[in-house]
Structure formats: C-alpha cells, structure tokens
C-alpha cells in the first residue's frame, strides 16, 4: 500500500445530499462527513496519489483533508494495523466476499465440524497402537513449528466459519506480541442471530488445532523418522485448543460461555460479581444455583492469571528453539 487507503471495516449512510454518516464497526464508532470529503476518501484505494484526486485542491489542503480522516481512524497510511513496542499487527490478507468465497467457506466450515473428532480420536488410537522412536530434537523443532501453524490456522478456522454464515471478514494478518508470533482475523458477527451459528464460529479456531493435531499424530505414526517432529506439533496444537476453551478474558473459551448466557463481557461480570459483598451474600442464600454461579465467577477470575504462564510457557519455548 503506497498511498492512504480507506479502512474496509467502514459502512456508509447518506443522511441528506451534503452529509454522510461513517460508522467503524471495529471501534463501534460513527462519524459525520459533508459529501466532498465523503467523496474524496473513497478515491482513497492505496494506488492514488491523493494529491492528484482533486488537482484544484492545493498541498495543503489535501493535508488538511487527510489530518481529518486519520483523526477519525477513516484511512489507513500502510498495512500496520498496530505497530508499538509490545505489539505488531500486519495485514496479510483482505478477503473479497462473495457468493463462490461463502461456498467454499460453507463446506470447508462443514467438513471442519463433521471431521475434527473423529480424525484427532482415530489418529490417537493409531498412534498408541504404532511403535514410535521420538527423536527430542524434533520434538522440539516440531513443537514450535506446530505452533505457528496451530495459531494460523486456528484464525483461518474463525474466518471460514464466520464467512460460511454470512458474518463479515474485514482481513487477516500476522502479529508479534511481546516479542511472540501469533495471527490474527477480523471479523463482524453482528448480523448472525443464531446462537449456535456464533458459538461454533468462536470454537471454530479450536476445532481446527484438535484437527490439526489429528493429522500430526497421525504423520506421526506412519513416518517413523519424523515422528518425534509430528508428535512435537501435535502436542502444542492441542495445547492451543486446550487453552483457548479455558476462561481466560479474551479468549475462546470466554466467547463461547458469554454466548451461552447472553453475556457481553464474562469476565467483567464475574469481577463486579465478585467485587460487591451485597451480591455475593445474595448468591450464598440463593441456594446451590447462587452457589454455584459463585463458584464459577471465582474460577473465571483466577484462571486471568494463567495467560501470563502461557507467555512465560512460550518464551521457554522459544529459548529452547536456540539452545
């Protein structure tokens, strides 16, 4: 992208001939914009040298234009979607949705749901009942390059499962976080009703590690000298599913429980929960249910401080990688 471009995750409403309203469905923002630079932002397309959009327009004023627009997250200047210290978010892919991309993604989705029990269930019987000499060294390299693949397609995952139901899929990219890869999707989920519809598509990213982790342990079992490579990435892809059902605030687990009650934020809940004494001896008297929705707001809270360890877990890995 040489030149700014227009952010994919906006929707437009012309309110009357010289205003439009600009709504950021990743910020949940909106906007108001009069009709020429309404105008002038969607000649915005990354191959546009905006000087050159309106040429009666002088320097500077296109720069006022575009001052406005990156004060109100309209454009974007490259394909960082973050880029600090601690985190780094590239864009890789912008998906162009259409009725053969919702298709594929329709029966990709389908065989995803039908095939991962069964192929991680038979693979394991396969690999228990096989002779494996396991090299630690592959196990090793093969852990941590299950990984990476483990946190790509467990996006992919996401991102088919959400198009399949007709949700929208603004692009997918590549991080580093704390100095860990990992991947991203973006997506907007907002126009599906259906409640089991939205819970598979936030289960889907880790129906896809234990699919994955089918497959390996299934190479693993067949190729007996990369064995201990194929056990390395089966392993940490059923790690990252394992993980992601736990209630940690942000990731699947979380979605899919907050989807089940109707909650939008689990984790804040459970604290404010927690936090208020008149709430807390409410639930006590309530009987087992009161009791035992204390319970669970207790286990929600404490497992927040099990992502750290999973840092730490990874950067382990990592110096293992080196040494």
């Known amino acids: 992208m040489n030149y700014p471009k227009l952010a994919n995750w906006l929707r437009f409403k012309k309110t009357n001939e010289n205003e439009y309203i600009i709504k950021n469905d990743l910020l949940n923002k909106q906007h108001k914009l009069d009709s020429y630079t309404f105008w002038f932002a969607r000649q915005l397309d ?190 940490n892809n059923i790690f990252l599913g394992v993980l992601n059902l736990t209630f940690i605030n942000g990731f699947d687990g979380v979605k899919i429980l907050s989807e089940i009650f109707g909650v939008d934020d689990l984790v804040q809940r459970s604290k404010d929960i927690l936090s208020s004494s008149f709430r807390i001896k409410r639930l006590y008297h309530n009987g087992i249910i009161g009791k035992a929705t204390l319970s669970f707001c207790c286990i929600v809270v404490v497992l927040q401080i099990a992502l750290p360890f999973t840092i730490l877990i990874n950067i382990f890995e990592v110096i293992l990688w080196f040494v």
Not at 74 to 92: E, G, P, Q, W
Not at 135 to 156: A, K, M, Q, S
Not at 200 to 209: K, L
Not at 223 to 233: D, N, Q, T, V
Request: charged letters at 15%; a positive charge.
């Open 46 to 235: 990354g191959k546009t040298n905006p000087y050159k959009i309106d040429k009666t327009l002088k320097q500077k004023d296109v720069d006022l234009i575009l001052a406005r627009l990156r004060n109100k997250d309209i454009i974007r200047d490259n394909s960082f979607l973050c880029k600090s210290v601690f985190a780094l978010l590239v864009t890789v892919w912008r998906p162009k949705v259409s009725i053969k991309t919702r298709l594929i993604a329709f029966i990709l989705n389908t065989m995803l749901v039908i095939t991962w029990f069964p192929t991680i269930l038979f693979s394991a019987f396969n690999f228990f009942n096989s002779y494996s000499d396991i090299n630690i060294d592959y196990l090793i390299i093969g852990g941590f390059i299950g990984v990476i693949v483990g946190l790509i397609f467990h996006e992919l995952g996401h991102m088919i499962a959400c198009l399949s139901y007709g949700g929208k899929v603004y692009e997918l990219g590549i991080m580093l976080r704390c100095f860990l890869p990992g991947a991203y999707v973006l997506i907007n989920e907002k126009n599906i009703k259906s409640t089991i519809k939205k819970i598979q598509i936030n289960a889907a990213g880790v129906e896809m590690n234990f699919l994955l982790a089918g497959l390996f342990l299934f190479l693993s079992s067949k190729i007996y000298l990369l064995s201990g490579f194929f056990l390395g990435a089966a392993i």
